[in-house]
């Protein structure tokens, strides 16, 4: 049995109707745990292999970074990048965005 802090770096869910929802990666070492990938705010900085698609948005289907067992600490060590980009968010006048959820861009308590 897999050490109980490791087994957190890893899961999958076969039954998923996309699973696998990216192709070039064994699906033995598929790794469902970031399946929204928290790279993706990051934008071009993320380091995944993604394009812009015509409407702005970020079209990541040809990524498997977030999706391979080995990169989970990789996928980690991102952390502060993405705590960074949230400190200065919250720092920048006009955020958030008008239209944001409940309309002030905070969690529902």
Known sequence: MAEPALRARFFQ???C?????????DEKDFNCLFCFCPL????RHCGGNFCYAAAGTKDCSGCTFPHRRENYGKVLARWGDICALTALADSTAGWPPAGAANGAGEAQR
């Open 13 to 15: 869910n076969r039954a």
């Open 40 to 43: 993706y705010a990051l934008g």
């Open 17 to 25: 109707e996309y699973f696998p929802c990216h192709t070039g990666v």
